[in-house]
């Protein structure tokens, strides 16, 4: 079992940065995808960012050359740092890794853009 604990979030004001962070604990093999999803207010899940156990990201167009992701490898801990926030950025985001197969999701934590 895999548990996932985000960090980070909160309310912003358009142009602020801010960062994300989740940890992974548990039965955790070497070879995994970890990543941000989230989920705006009526809208489905979507992918913000992922990266392998590697170190190889990916990140969605929507964020690209906005968002960086990185990975502390020796702790399983992941970093979203957020900046040129829109308000269009609003959602709950979600921490995901998937591992064997299974994905594993954070509860989620809530960016809001505002001014």
């Known amino acids: 079992q895999v548990q996932l604990v985000e960090s980070g979030g909160g309310s912003v004001q358009p142009g602020t940065p801010l960062s994300l962070s989740c940890a992974a604990s548990g039965s955790i093999a070497n070879g995994y995808t970890m990543g941000w999803y989230r989920q705006a207010p009526g809208k489905q899940r979507e992918l913000v960012a992922t990266i392998t156990s590697a170190g190889t990201p990916k990140y969605a167009d929507s964020v690209k050359g906005r968002f960086y992701i990185f990975i502390e490898k020796i702790a399983n801990t992941i970093y979203l740092q957020m900046s040129g926030l829109e308000p269009e950025d609003t959602a709950v985001y979600y921490c995901?890794?998937?591992?064997?197969?299974?994905?594993?999701w954070g509860k989620g934590t809530l960016v809001t853009i505002s001014s």
């Open positions: 995901n890794m998937l591992l064997g197969g299974t994905n594993y």
